[in-house]
């Protein structure tokens, strides 16, 4: 192989390394008192536009992209995450809230890798239509703690809504009595963001 086909492959490798080693630091890393932010949320967003610590738990405080949260939701996923962890299950928190600036910003992301405004409007909304930016979903982590609150949620209020994200999570106060709403298929379906 030549140099010259090696290149390209080394950014490529470097955040693999990164994204495989980044994780298991970032517990020592916050014994020593700092955050190591998810590599999607690095250049230029910090934790006050919504950037996720790794590790970061439904208990934290001190994230903004937690705190920020609408404040019966957080109580729901903290009463859900204590039963979860009496199951041995772990909540992590990927995303919640966000800045309408980080909002454009995973669109414009998301516009480049899918080709077209309509392709990337399946997987992300507008910060207008966004329930990250007014505090009203959270991205959870991992498969077993999203399996667990498919499985579980309805009790708490806690509900998936997209089937092609089954990571995404929102308060329905109403889902105790009357059951989690059918899911949507992706974002571009849901009649919130429709405008
Ligand atoms: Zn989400």
Do not use: K
């Not at 949260?69 to 204590?82: K, N, Q, V, Y």
Request: charged letters at 25%; glycine letters at 8%.
């Amino acid at each position: 192989m030549t140099r010259t086909t090696a290149v390209p492959l080394a950014p490529r490798l470097r955040r693999r390394a990164a994204a495989t080693l980044l994780p298991l630091l970032a517990p020592l890393a916050r014994a020593l008192g700092y955050r190591l932010l998810r590599i999607r949320d690095r250049g230029g967003l910090g934790l006050d536009d919504g950037a996720i610590p790794y590790g970061t738990s439904v208990f934290d405080d001190d994230v903004p992209g937690v705190a920020n949260l609408d404040p019966p939701f957080l109580a729901a996923l903290r009463r859900a995450a204590t039963d979860a962890a009496a199951d041995g299950i772990a909540f992590t928190v990927n995303s919640g809230w966000r800045t309408p600036a980080y909002q454009r910003r995973l669109l414009r992301e998301a516009v480049a890798e899918h080709g077209s405004p309509e392709a990337a409007a399946r997987w992300v909304s507008t910060p207008e239509t966004s329930s990250h930016v007014s505090g009203d979903a959270i991205d959870l982590g991992p498969a077993d703690a999203q399996a667990w609150l498919e499985a579980h949620g309805a009790a708490y209020g806690l509900c998936r809504v997209y089937r092609n994200e089954p990571w995404h999570f929102e308060h329905r106060p109403d889902a105790p009595t009357r059951g989690c709403p059918p899911l949507y298929d992706t974002p571009a379906s849901d009649p919130r963001h429709q405008r």
